[in-house]
């Protein structure tokens, strides 16, 4: 082969796993599993991708006869989870920076918070009581019952994982049975572009938007009737520890 062949080979294998980032959820899945283990050819649509793509290389068997041929990644299907990689700790720094954002900002207004909670909630898909993990609840500071306000703030920061949140009512079902008001708090792209706005989010849920280190109001949440939190609610909250307020606190725009 030519050193101009060989050139234009390798660009084609770089170009291939630049195309990484739109890969979907299923090609990185399968390509995931295909580097921790080669495997014989699955002959589906998702292999035939990751073929033209360069990311997985089939591996012509010695022996047909007796051992089929194999399935392996390629060096552009490393560079491809390296990516996937890369872009996945980007995007939970991101999700982690908003969570504290979010979480101070309600401290500041006297709020009890607490973030990262497995709770449990009466109202699911299933019609029975399931756990669900809100990124930040938080009560009001008071001693009646009725005037705690339970809130969650779910939070969200790429456009996909938004979209992908919407399609899931009974997720949504298990944090409105457990809060008064639920909000969406959405964060922004690369361009410092909101990732949605009012018009996506359900008129149930309220919707913030962070502007650097800004939260604005762009919808309120509607005020569900008051009810009691249940108990697996106040023994999850004692077993954690509730924030404490930051020196410098979130500001808050209307």
Same mark, same amino acid.
């Given at each position: ?111 009890? /918070? &607490?973030?990262? +909670?497995?709770?449990? $909630?009466? *109202? @699911?898909?299933? %019609? ?5 993990? =809100? ?46 008001? /639920? &909000?969406?708090? +959405?964060?922004?792209? $690369?361009? *410092? @572009?909101?990732? %949605? ?5 359900? =008129? ?51």
């Amino acid at each position: 082969m030519s050193l101009g062949n060989l050139h234009h080979r390798a660009s084609f294998v770089r170009n291939r796993a630049l195309s990484a980032s739109t890969l979907r959820r299923s090609h990185l899945r399968r390509l995931r599993q295909m580097f921790r283990s080669s495997g014989w050819p699955c002959q589906d649509p998702i292999e035939v991708d990751l073929l033209a793509a360069g990311l997985i290389e089939r591996i012509a068997s010695g022996d047909p006869g007796l051992r089929p041929d194999t399935i392996r990644v390629t060096d552009a299907g490393v560079q491809a989870l390296a990516l996937a990689q890369a872009q996945n700790r980007q995007a939970l720094s991101a999700h982690e920076a908003l969570v504290q954002l979010t979480a101070q900002w309600l401290v500041a207004q006297g709020r009890l /918070v &607490w973030t990262g +909670l497995s709770l449990l $909630s009466p *109202d @699911t898909s299933a %019609g029975s009581w399931g756990p669900c993990r =809100p990124d930040v609840f938080s009560l009001r500071h008071s001693s009646l019952e009725h005037a705690l306000e339970p809130a969650i703030h779910e939070i969200k920061v790429s456009r996909a994982d938004l979209l992908g949140d919407l399609r899931q009512p009974g997720k949504r079902g298990a944090y409105l049975g457990l809060a008064q008001r /639920v &909000w969406y708090v +959405l964060g922004s792209d $690369s361009q *410092d @572009t909101p990732i %949605g706005d009012p018009d996506d989010i359900p =008129p149930e849920c309220g919707v913030l938007i962070s502007r650097g280190d800004t939260l604005c109001v762009a919808r309120p949440a509607p005020a569900r009737e008051a009810r009691p939190v249940a108990l697996p609610t106040w023994l999850a909250l004692a077993r954690a520890q509730p924030l404490e307020a930051d020196t410098s606190s979130p500001q808050h725009c209307l």
